[in-house]
């Protein structure tokens, strides 16, 4: 009788091993999910790092743009000077301050007048006579050595008028120079500044031998001064009288004589002085010869200056000439 073949019992092994493999995959997923947990963690942590100092550089080039704003190198002067007149107590001028307006006169006589404020000065415009009454302005010593700015020479009507107003035609073989008041030289620290000194309403008849000689000696010994000094106020402008010459189709008047003062100082101490030309053709002639008192500008014009000072310092100022304050 043939023996039965016994089958050998099953044992757990092959389990075992199917065990074994799935645990091994569970390993694996999970190996790779903490891998990918912590490379997500990394990428967050360099993005917060790059957006921290993006965030700081960005800070930093809004602080400099700030500042620089903020300077009048960069045509921002009239918020520079209110904040000069806000702390009275820090000097810039030897010791010293000009605050902001100090430069305007006031007319002591019945004129017509539109005040203009302009980014490099002020003008007093007269409708009636299609010429200012004054311009006035400050050139400080960063101003008057600026290159910022090229001359323009391009005459245009001064849009803030109300009135009457010269025009290039008038001038047209006239035999007078479209003298500039506040001189174009004097606004290169600013291309708006520059612009706005070619207004009409900046400009005057003046024969070409006061216009390219003497009066433009004086503009050339301001800037000297004002590098010299740290800051000027200089107010110019014509003699208006009676009966005056008429130019052009818009009638513009034109001055016998023209003025201008200029205040600085000179230590802890205010200090003036005064020119009157007669609207001709000079030759080679001293700016000495046609030195005053403001006082006397004053009388000849019916305009008061740096009228802001306390009567006792605008007084002594303008009544003389301090010869050891101004070098020629």
Request: aromatic fraction near 10%; glycine fraction near 6%; proline fraction near 4%.
């Amino acid at each position: 009788m043939a023996k039965k073949k016994i089958k050998p019992k099953r044992t757990g092994r092959k389990k075992k091993k199917q065990g074994g493999f799935f645990s091994s995959m569970t390993r694996t997923f999970w190996h790779l999910l903490v891998g990918v947990i912590f490379l997500i963690l990394v990428v967050e942590g360099v993005i917060y790092v790059h957006d921290y100092q993006s965030s700081n550089n960005k800070e930093k080039k809004t602080l400099v743009i700030r500042q620089k704003t903020q300077s009048p190198e960069t045509g921002k002067r009239e918020e520079f000077r209110k904040e000069l007149s806000r702390q009275d107590e820090k000097y810039r001028v030897s010791g010293q301050s000009f605050k902001a307006g100090d430069e305007i006169p006031k007319l002591k006589v019945k004129r017509k007048e539109q005040v203009i404020r302009h980014e490099g000065y002020t003008v007093s415009y007269n409708s009636d006579y299609r010429i200012a009454n004054w311009v006035a302005y400050e050139l400080t010593d960063k101003e008057a050595v600026s290159k910022k700015a090229e001359r323009s020479n391009k005459f245009v009507a001064d849009p803030e008028v109300k009135g009457a107003m010269a025009t290039n035609g008038d001038y047209h073989r006239s035999g007078y120079d479209r003298g500039h008041l506040a001189p174009a030289a004097d606004m290169k620290w600013s291309v708006k500044a520059m612009r706005e000194s070619f207004y009409m309403s900046n400009i005057c008849p003046q024969k070409p031998g006061l216009n390219r000689g003497i009066w433009n000696q004086l503009e050339e010994d301001c800037r000297m001064w004002a590098k010299e000094n740290g800051a000027l106020m200089i107010v110019a402008g014509p003699v208006i009288s009676a009966n005056m010459e008429r130019l052009g189709e818009n009638r513009v008047a034109v001055p016998e004589k023209f003025y201008k003062v200029i205040c600085r100082y000179a230590g802890d101490t205010p200090t003036a002085i005064g020119f009157v030309f007669e609207n001709r053709n000079y030759s080679d002639e001293s700016l000495l010869n046609f030195a005053v008192p403001v006082d006397e500008v004053e009388t000849v014009t019916g305009i008061d200056f740096f009228p802001s000072f306390p009567d006792s310092i605008e007084n002594r100022m303008e009544s003389s000439v301090d010869w050891t304050s101004w070098s020629f």
